[in-house]
């Protein structure tokens, strides 16, 4: 036993000297395929640059692959795995460490085993990969960080692929880890890099990935792939996004983030980012140490905790800038903020390891989700329909009219998208609730086609969309659920015609609350022609909004109105629809002072085209209409009947009242009308927006007549005109040279640009008879709703932006003596939302409010197009501010200045200080345009009717005369100072040009313009 003590004892002492020595890894691996040292215990130090679990989930055996800065001779590898066990070793990328262990074989791969493994410290830069191509030496580069470019990658399995050179070599690739791996989701597509540690792993030379920074991976088209690779954690899902706020998006933006995994999940490391590559200015941002998402619960990642909490009222989990000390702050990793863009933008999650665990795109960006969700509305968020269903598809997303963060609805049933041989029928599909049973699953299901819709949107693109209900005989005999569905072909015209016996296999969707057949790879076959379509249903609307259980179930089914008469109550439009009350409803017709106003009763009727209109009835106000049937479709949050042939279609159309014609001013009055001339443009393109209107010579020239005879006859010549959506003073010149024929007088034009995209502006028309112009100037503000305004004449701080892209006109004038302030307004359309915009206008009430405030005691009349109805937040903000709108004084049935899908509502004011409320003698709305077709626009036979789309709010005030020297009047403003006077028929006008003031008083005909 001693002899055999001491004939160990030298190897024992010479193995001791090599583990205290510290060794070039190139003097451990040798030139030759087996090191030199094998079997002694040796002392290396490097750094690492990559991890892999080589063994299989249920016995992981994990190797740290350490490579130093090189031994200069490149017969050596300077790179190796060091096997440390069953345990993930406390180490990371850029770590530098000491290994000391035992230098082995294992099946031709030499390692280090048994090592003790040191941090010697942290975020060490890796060296640089080494560029290998077919004719590289392998066994020399061992264990090192190479790069493989220009490669052709296909999948071989669930956490490896191939990669193959020029020469068609393959090189298997390996993930880090069984949690860790890639998808190719095309073969033989080209991959611009490959890069990776080499290893040799059963008699091959391997490449093992570390991360989503190691494959830059190029389509075999032209569009740019992400470089992220993907993570195996897949129960962590992007639920909501909330990106488009009332006020400063890049202090109210919050993402959601829902745990749908069975355990706790740690996702300290996990990195949240807008950007679709790691190069670039985007941030990336991670989460701090001991950060965790609890088992079905969600977690909120908020731009601001301040801003989040003061709109929701409880605090975020994290915030991307530190505003409050009790939520903790995410943490940089590159470039800068997390800022997504109303536009379009994508929220991408990564695991530690940069694997993408989930991402979202919308509006115009595609990156991840193509087609991509369509943008929310101002105030909405972007939510996943079900807090656990996942398919990688847009259909997963939905606005939320009222942002929900923490709220998780699930679907047991919910599932990734798949296939069923099954055929169902339609009332399975639609279920008996208002989202479908199999919504982001294939289906397959027969029926007959009952109708088609063809939709052209604003940038001229036509879409298609087939109606198809179960066969006569073939339903599931459910009143609960809806026996049709619709089936979107997107620009694909359809063979299919009515009558058609068609089986369909496609994704079931929900498009904003309409359950429908994807356009994604839906198959539609057409079996026979000729059929027999299942007999309508009937619908009997009642004046009530919860419409949804009533008609939820006849969802795309074919319906009629009954066989009685429909009264009109909104006339036919240029999109080919209108609206229609029955005669059994119960109302005469449907007001809507304020949003909460029921209008359940009203039905619109659209054609089954809006492209070609020429067989659809032109119908107005109380003209009767039977024999109204079609397919019940959903959309713009109302149920309308698409109809599909009018050979049943009676109309009896009520005979054309007298034009109404505005009361005479007497001695001592002036009248003041608002009037929105709706899209006054002539053909040259001043914006270069697809928006801007370009009319035609002759449709200006039949525009021009109308306004004029509707400023002249009906209106008869008022005293100050308030014009609303006029896009140059030019057109207000003809407008006045077209009124000369009706008029004793001439009208001054008063107009001032503003940074309106489309280029519509407000503007005052003005009698130079008796109106003397002293001021006129647009009053800008700012605000921290994110408007995506472009006006430099705002003067906006950082972190505001325009209130107004039209700016209120402020004109101070002089009226037969009296000094009047009238003030010009056009504000905030609901494009995007009514709940959505509504802050907009309610800010801008606020600031005109103040405004008008200043003036108190003076003789102010707020005029124009406020776009919300009379009861609604911004007017009653006006109110506050000690305005009445004398609109109001007319009674409940002439109440209305627009009517909206059959609703009629006063969105037009006539607002008074108190002042002038007892001096008010006349008070009335000239209803000759929103009750009337629009094809009445282009008929001079019918003058009176159709010049615009809002009717005339006419007012008549009483004032005493003051009769005043005209250069005592002009004395009020430095003209020296402030412009230059123009003449014209003994009266004088200014044009102000200093302090950025700009506007234009000029005779009818003048072409003078600043």
Not at 2 to 16: D, G, N, Q, W
Not at 228 to 255: P, V
Not at 292 to 306: D, K, L, M, T
Not at 657 to 663: F, G, H, I, N, T
Request: charged content about 20%.
């Amino acid at each position: 036993m001693k002899r055999i003590i001491l004939f160990l004892l030298p190897i024992l002492l010479f193995s001791t000297v090599y583990a205290q020595q510290t060794f070039p890894i190139g003097t451990v691996q040798g030139s030759g395929v087996a090191s030199p040292i094998e079997g002694q215990r040796v002392t290396i130090e490097g750094i690492v640059t990559g991890l892999f679990d080589g063994g299989q989930a249920d016995n992981p055996n994990w190797l740290v692959f350490v490579q130093d800065a090189g031994d200069g001779d490149d017969a050596t590898s300077d790179g190796i795995p060091v096997y440390v066990g069953k345990e993930r070793p406390a180490v990371e990328i850029g770590d530098r460490v000491s290994a000391t262990g035992e230098i082995t074989e294992f099946f031709e791969l030499t390692e280090m085993t048994r090592a003790d493994v040191r941090v010697l410290a942290s975020s060490a830069t890796l060296p640089d990969p080494i560029i290998i191509d077919a004719t590289s030496n392998l066994e020399t580069l061992e264990g090192m960080r190479v790069e493989l470019r220009e490669v052709i990658a296909n999948q071989t399995g669930s956490c490896q692929f191939t990669i193959s050179h020029d020469d068609g070599t393959p090189l298997t690739v390996l993930m880090q880890s069984n949690d860790f791996c890639v998808e190719i989701t095309e073969t033989n597509v080209l991959q611009a890099s490959v890069t990776g540690v080499l290893t040799f792993h059963f008699g091959k030379f391997k490449l093992v990935l570390q991360n989503g920074r190691d494959a830059v991976i190029a389509s075999s088209g032209t569009t740019q792939t992400p470089t992220f690779l993907k993570s195996a954690i897949h129960c962590l899902l992007i639920t909501e996004i909330y990106y488009d706020g009332f006020g400063r998006d890049t202090e109210e933006e919050w993402i959601e983030l829902t745990n749908n995994c069975a355990e706790t999940v740690a996702i300290a490391q996990f990195k949240l980012s807008d950007a679709e590559e790691f190069a670039g200015t985007e941030g990336i941002f991670r989460f701090p140490d001991g950060a965790i998402i609890e088992s079905g619960r969600s977690v909120i990642v908020a731009q601001q905790a301040v801003g989040f909490e003061r709109a929701f009222g409880f605090l975020p989990n994290f915030e991307l800038d530190d505003s409050d000390p009790a939520v903790p702050n995410l943490l940089q990793v590159q470039g800068g903020p997390i800022e997504l863009a109303n536009g379009g933008d994508s929220v991408i999650l990564l695991d530690e390891r940069d694997g993408l665990i989930d991402a979202v795109s919308y509006g115009d960006n595609t990156t991840f989700l193509n087609p991509a969700p369509l943008n929310v509305g101002e105030g909405q968020s972007l939510g996943r329909r079900f807090g656990n269903c996942d398919t990688d598809l847009s259909a997963d997303f939905a606005p939320e009219q009222q942002p929900s963060p923490g709220i998780i609805v699930r679907n047991e049933s919910c599932g990734v998208q798949t296939s069923t041989n099954e055929q169902l029928t339609i009332g399975a599909i639609q279920g008996s609730g208002d989202v479908s049973p199999f919504v982001n699953q294939r289906v397959t299901f027969e029926g007959v086609v009952t109708g088609w819709h063809e939709d052209r949107n604003t940038s001229g693109i036509t879409f298609y969309t087939l109606y198809v209900q179960d066969m006569i005989g073939r339903e599931d005999g459910d009143p609960a659920t809806s026996d049709g569905i619709a089936v979107f072909l997107a620009v694909e015209k359809p063979n299919a015609q009515v009558g058609d016996h068609v089986r369909v296999n496609g994704l079931v969707t929900e498009f904003f609350g309409l359950t429908e057949i994807d356009d994604d790879a839906v198959r539609v076959e057409i079996l026979s022609s000729g059929n027999v379509l299942p007999t309508p249903l009937e619908i009997a609307p009642t004046n009530d909004d919860d419409l949804a259980s009533l008609f939820e179930p006849m969802e795309a089914m074919r319906v009629h109105l009954g066989f009685g008469a429909a009264r009109v109550v909104g006339a036919t439009f240029d999109g080919c629809g209108f609206s229609v009350i029955r005669e059994d409803a119960g109302v005469e017709r449907v007001y809507r002072r304020h949003a909460s106003d029921p209008i359940g009763a009203v039905v619109p009727i659209l054609n089954r085209s809006d492209v070609d209109c020429d067989d659809f009835p032109n119908v107005k106000l109380n003209d009767v209409v039977s024999g109204l049937s079609g397919v019940l479709t959903y959309n713009f949050d109302q149920f309308k009947i698409l109809t599909q042939d009018f050979s049943d279609v009676i109309v009896d159309a009520a005979p054309f009242p007298a034009p109404p014609v505005a009361p005479a001013i007497g001695e001592g009055q002036f009248s003041v009308l608002s009037f929105n001339v709706e899209n006054l443009f002539d053909g040259i393109d001043d914006t270069g927006n697809d928006a801007e209107p370009k009319l035609d010579e002759r449709e200006l020239g039949l525009k021009l007549a109308k306004l004029a005879y509707a400023l002249g006859v009906t209106a008869g010549c008022p005293t100050v005109v308030a014009v609303q959506e006029v896009e140059k003073a030019t057109l207000l010149e003809d407008l006045a040279n077209g009124v000369a024929q009706y008029c004793e007088m001439d009208y001054a034009v008063v107009h001032e640009e503003s940074a309106d995209a489309r280029g519509i502006d407000v503007a005052f028309l003005v009698d130079s008879s008796r109106v003397i112009v002293l001021s006129a100037d647009l009053k800008r503000a700012c605000t921290h709703i994110d408007t995506n305004i472009d006006d430099p004449l705002a003067n906006c701080a950082d972190g505001q932006e325009p209130l107004f892209s039209r700016p209120p006109l402020f004109m101070r004038a002089r009226v037969d003596g009296q000094v009047f302030t009238f003030v010009n307004n056009h504000f905030k359309s609901k494009r995007g939302g009514e709940f959505e915009t509504e802050a907009r206008r309610v800010e801008q009430a606020a600031f005109l409010g103040t405004l008008v405030q200043t003036n108190t005691g003076e003789r102010v009349i707020v005029i124009g197009d406020f776009n919300d109805y009379e009861d609604a937040e911004p007017l009653r903000t006006l109110a506050q501010a000690g305005l009445e709108n004398v609109l109001q004084r007319v009674s409940d049935q002439e109440r209305y200045s627009f009517v909206f899908s059959g609703v009629a509502q006063l969105i037009d004011g006539i607002f008074v200080s108190e002042i002038l409320q007892d001096e008010v003698a006349t008070v009335t709305i000239l209803h000759t345009n929103a009750d009337y077709p629009d094809s009445l626009g282009h008929d001079l036979e019918m003058m009176a009717f159709k010049a615009t789309d809002h009717d005339l709010p006419f007012v008549i005030f009483d004032v005493e005369e003051q009769f005043e020297w005209i250069d005592e009047a002009i004395d009020d403003v430095p003209a020296e100072e402030n412009g230059r006077l123009i003449l014209w028929g003994g009266i004088a006008g200014m044009v102000l040009v200093g302090a950025g003031v700009g506007f234009f008083v000029g005779r009818r005909g003048s072409k003078t313009s600043d």
